[in-house]
Nanobody, 120 residues
């Protein structure tokens, strides 16, 4: 069994920065494609950024140039560096990952969510 643990959320002023972490634990052989989603009040969940096992990345238009997704394969951890934060970035951020277990089963799992609040 595997799980994702998220950290790094908090309160930040507009223009500030936060770094979210998503660490996979359990009987994991590898973490393949993974991404960060967010759900803002009154809005649908959206994909913020994704990164493939080969390092390819994609971002939603609203965060391009401000957010950077990266991964540390040795630590089974994915990061989301968020710079130049805006109030509209306020949301609960969720990590999603496709993992290959040591039993060679491929699973899609979600983190518990971490709150990001951008406000003066």
């Amino acid at each position: 069994q595997v799980q994702l643990v998220e950290s790094g959320g908090g309160l930040v002023q507009p223009g500030g920065a936060l770094r979210l972490s998503c660490a996979a634990s359990g009987s994991i052989f590898s973490v393949d494609a993974t991404g960060w989603y967010r759900r803002a009040p009154g809005k649908e969940r959206e994909l913020v950024a994704g990164i493939g096992s080969g390092g390819s990345t994609n971002y939603t238009d609203s965060v391009k140039g401000r957010f950077t997704i990266s991964r540390d394969n040795a630590k089974n951890t994915v990061y989301l560096q968020m710079n130049s934060l805006k109030p509209e970035d306020t949301a609960v951020y969720y990590c999603n990952a496709e993992v290959l277990t040591t039993g060679l089963y491929r699973l899609a799992i979600w983190g518990q969510g971490t709150q990001v609040t951008v406000s003066s």
